[in-house]
C-alpha cells in the first residue's frame, strides 16, 4: 500500500478530530447547549476518514444524517461546524441548516441529508456532472446500511452502472438502521452483494481498518477516475452510541457492544502507528493536545458568535427574490 | 418570426439555450431518440447528441435527485418528467432536496435546475396520468412555478427559467402543446412575477391559467354578446406571484372569479381568492369565486372526463350568477 508516514499522521489526526468533535458535541447536546438533534459518528471514523484520504480537494462527497465525521474527513473547518451546531449566524449555513445539513462547496462536501437514501441520487448528478465536464472529479457517496432499503438505492446505483459513472458508493455497515439490526431490516449479511445486480464491484472491508479502508477506496476511486464505472464498498463498522443523543440504545446486546468497542479504529490506528515506529508516545500526545485545543477553540467560537438576525429568515430561499417571501 | 406550436415553442427555447451553453443539457425517459413521449424534444437527439440528451432509465426519484446533484455541480439539467402525477415517484427530490437545499445550506449552493412537467386532463388518460397539481409544487418554498398558457409564453418564460439560478418546475398542459403563434426567436426572456392580461374588459375579473385560460377567453366572447366585458388575466407564473396586475383589475371591475383546472379542495384558486380576500376586499362588490374541476380523481371516460373539467359554457354560466 502506497502510504507514507505523513499521510498515517494525517489520517490518523483526522479520526481524533473527529472523535473528539463528537465527544465534545454529546457532552454540549446533553447540557443543552445544541438544540434539535445530533446523531453522532463515534466508532465508524475509519470510514470517512480512510475514503476522504483518497481523494482530491475537488472531488465531491454526499453524506447523511450521521454527517460530522464526512465533513470534517473532507476538509470541513470545525469551528464553522460547531457554531451550525449551535444555531449561530457565523455557522457553516448560519444557523439555517444545524447539524444534519452542513455543506461547504468549497470543499466539494454537498451537503448531509436528513432524509435517508436521498445522498444516492445527489450522487448520480455530482457524478454525471464529473463525467459531463470532463472533470476528472469523483464523488464518494456515504450511507448507512438502513438507506440501502430505499427505492434511491436501487435507482441510483442502476443509473450510476449504466452510465458508468464516476460515483463510489460507500455503505457504512453500522449494523443498525435506528433500532432495527441489520438482521431484522434485509435478509443479507452483505450489502456488497446486491453490486452484483449493477454489474459493478462489490467489495467488503473491515470499516474499523483504516488502512482497508484507505485500500479500498483508493482502487474504487481509480477505477472511477478512469471512466470504468461506479463501486460499491461496504465497511463493516459499528455505531457506538445510539441512533440519535437521547437513545438509551439499550436494543443493542452489551456482548455486542464489548465487542465492538474492542474493535475501536483509534486504538488500532495508534497501535499501528506506535509498532511502526512513525511516532512516538509524546510525538501522539502533542497531536492529541493540539487536537482538544482545535475543538475547544471551535466550542469558544461558536459560544462566542452572534445568533442569526431575524431578518435573515427570508434570506437565502433564493437567489433573487426575499421581499415577496416577509 | 416564425409560427410554432407551444409544444416547438419549447422545443426551440430548450435548443437555442443549449446552442448558448454547453452546460444546459435534457434529460427524462424517452426524451432521446425516441423524442419523448409527446415529441417535445423531437430532433434534439440528432442535434445535440447522447451526451446533452439523455434517456433516463424509469426511475423519477433519480431523474430529479440526478438534476439536483448535476446542477450542484456546474451544470443546469432540465429534466422531463413524463407526466405531472409521476412527480410523487420524485417529490422527495423535489421538496426535500431542490427547494431546500440553498436554505438548509445557508446560500452556498445555487440549484440552476428545470423540471418540465406535462399535466392536465383532456385525452382520456385517467387518474394517474391527467391532474393537475400545481398546487402541490406552489406550496414549497425554494421552488419557482411556471404555468404557461400560449406558445409564446411557453417560449419566454422557458427562455427565464433556464436561465434563472433557482429550481423552476416548468407546467405544460398537453392540451396547449397544439396552440400556436409567431414568435420572435430573439425575443426577450419573459420575467417571472409578471401577469398577462389576455383580454381587456371593464365588468369582471377572470383569473385562469393552463387551458383554461383559452376557455375562460372564449367564454367572455359569449358574455360579451350579452354586454358583459371580462378581463382575463394569466398569472403565467404561481410564484414568484402577480398579485398587484390582479388586484389593479379588481378594483376596476369590482368582481372575481378563478378558474383553473385543479381540484378544488386545497388548489392554488383557493390561494388565489385568499390574497384577493386579504388584500382586495374593498373592491368586491361581490363574493369571490372558484371554479375548478371537481373534487374526484380524474375519470376516464370521455363523457366523465369532459363533466370533471370546468366547460366554457360553465364559465358562462358562473359569471352571469355574479350579476
Given at each position: 500500500m502506497d502510504l507514507t508516514n505523513d499521510k498515517i499522521i494525517q489520517m490518523y489526526k483526522t479520526m481524533k478530530r473527529i472523535r473528539e468533535f463528537e465527544t465534545n458535541a454529546s457532552t454540549l447536546f446533553a447540557e443543552g447547549r445544541i438544540p434539535g438533534f445530533v446523531h453522532l459518528y463515534i466508532g465508524e471514523e475509519a470510514v470517512a476518514t480512510g475514503i476522504c484520504a483518497g481523494l482530491n480537494d475537488d472531488d465531491y462527497i454526499t453524506s447523511t444524517h450521521r454527517g460530522h465525521g464526512h465533513i470534517v474527513a473532507k476538509g470541513g473547518d470545525t469551528k464553522y461546524m460547531m457554531a451550525e451546531l449551535y444555531g449561530k449566524e457565523t455557522g457553516y449555513c448560519k444557523g439555517k441548516g444545524g447539524s444534519m445539513h452542513i455543506a461547504d462547496a468549497t470543499k466539494g462536501i454537498l451537503g448531509a441529508n436528513g432524509?435517508?437514501?436521498?445522498?444516492h441520487n445527489i450522487a448520480v448528478g455530482a457524478g454525471l456532472s464529473a463525467k459531463y465536464r470532463k472533470s476528472g472529479q469523483v464523488c464518494a457517496c456515504f450511507f448507512g446500511d438502513g438507506s440501502t432499503n430505499q427505492g434511491t438505492f436501487h435507482e441510483s446505483l442502476n443509473l450510476a452502472s449504466v452510465w458508468k459513472l464516476p460515483v463510489v458508493f460507500v455503505c457504512e455497515?453500522?449494523?443498525?438502521g435506528i433500532s432495527m439490526h441489520q438482521s431484522r431490516h434485509q435478509a443479507i449479511q452483505d450489502v456488497a452483494d446486491r453490486a452484483v445486480s449493477y454489474n459493478i464491484p462489490g467489495v467488503v472491508v473491515d470499516g474499523n481498518d483504516i488502512f482497508a479502508v484507505y485500500e479500498a477506496a483508493v482502487e474504487a476511486i481509480a477505477r472511477a477516475r478512469n471512466g470504468q464505472g461506479p463501486t460499491l464498498i461496504e465497511c463493516k463498522t459499528y455505531r457506538q452510541k445510539g441512533h440519535f443523543e437521547g437513545d438509551p440504545a439499550n436494543y443493542k446486546p452489551s456482548e455486542e457492544v464489548l465487542e465492538w468497542m474492542s474493535k475501536d479504529p483509534i486504538p488500532r490506528a495508534v497501535a499501528y502507528i506506535l509498532d511502526n515506529g512513525i511516532l512516538n508516545k509524546e510525538e501522539l500526545e502533542r497531536i492529541d493536545q493540539e487536537i482538544i485545543k482545535e475543538i475547544e477553540d471551535a466550542i469558544k467560537f461558536a459560544e462566542e458568535s452572534p445568533l442569526p438576525s431575524l431578518?435573515?429568515?427570508?434570506?437565502?430561499?433564493?437567489?433573487d427574490i426575499v421581499e415577496e417571501v416577509r | 418570426m416564425k409560427t410554432m406550436s407551444m409544444m416547438e415553442a419549447i422545443r426551440e427555447a430548450m435548443s437555442k439555450k443549449m446552442r448558448e451553453d454547453e452546460n444546459v443539457i435534457l434529460f427524462g425517459e424517452d426524451v432521446g431518440a425516441f423524442g419523448g413521449c409527446f415529441g417535445v424534444s423531437a430532433g434534439m437527439f440528432d442535434e445535440f447528441g447522447p451526451e446533452r440528451v439523455r434517456d433516463t432509465p424509469i426511475s423519477e426519484g433519480v431523474i430529479v435527485g440526478t438534476a439536483v446533484g448535476a446542477a450542484a455541480t456546474g451544470l443546469r439539467p432540465i429534466a422531463e418528467l413524463m407526466f405531472v402525477d409521476f412527480v410523487t415517484v420524485g417529490m422527495d427530490q423535489l421538496v426535500n432536496q431542490a427547494a431546500k437545499m440553498r436554505y438548509m445550506f445557508g446560500g452556498k449552493i445555487n440549484l440552476p435546475m428545470v423540471v418540465r412537467m406535462p399535466l392536465g386532463a383532456?385525452?382520456?388518460?385517467?387518474?394517474?396520468?391527467?391532474?393537475?397539481?400545481?398546487a402541490w409544487v406552489a406550496h414549497v418554498p425554494g421552488l419557482k412555478v411556471v404555468y404557461p398558457s400560449t406558445a409564446k409564453d411557453a417560449y419566454g418564460l422557458l427562455l427565464k427559467a433556464i436561465e434563472d439560478e433557482n429550481p423552476v418546475i416548468f407546467l405544460e398542459h398537453k392540451l396547449l402543446y397544439g396552440v400556436s403563434e409567431e414568435i420572435d426567436e430573439n425575443m426577450k426572456p419573459i420575467e417571472f412575477g409578471v401577469a398577462d392580461i389576455k383580454r381587456a374588459g371593464s365588468d369582471v375579473t377572470i383569473v385562469a391559467t393552463g387551458k383554461m385560460v383559452h376557455d375562460s377567453l372564449a367564454a367572455a366572447k359569449i358574455l360579451s354578446e350579452g354586454g358583459i366585458e371580462a378581463e382575463v388575466i394569466d398569472p403565467r407564473t404561481l410564484f414568484p406571484f402577480d398579485k398587484k396586475t390582479i388586484l389593479n383589475s379588481i378594483e376596476k371591475t369590482n368582481k372575481v372569479i378563478i378558474v383553473t383546472e385543479?381540484?378544488?379542495?386545497?388548489s392554488f384558486a383557493g390561494e388565489i381568492a385568499a390574497i384577493i380576500g386579504e388584500e382586495g376586499f374593498d373592491h368586491l362588490d361581490a363574493p369571490i369565486l372558484r371554479l375548478c374541476a371537481?373534487?374526484?380523481?380524474?375519470?376516464?371516460s370521455p363523457i366523465l372526463e369532459k363533466y370533471y373539467v370546468p366547460s366554457v359554457e360553465d364559465i358562462v354560466s358562473a359569471v352571469k350568477r355574479m350579476f
Open positions: 432524509i435517508v437514501g436521498a445522498g455497515n453500522n449494523l443498525y431578518e435573515s429568515i427570508v434570506e437565502d430561499i433564493y437567489t | 383532456g385525452i382520456s388518460a385517467a387518474a394517474q396520468h391527467s391532474q393537475s397539481l400545481e385543479e381540484n378544488k379542495r386545497g371537481m373534487d374526484t380523481p380524474v375519470p376516464f
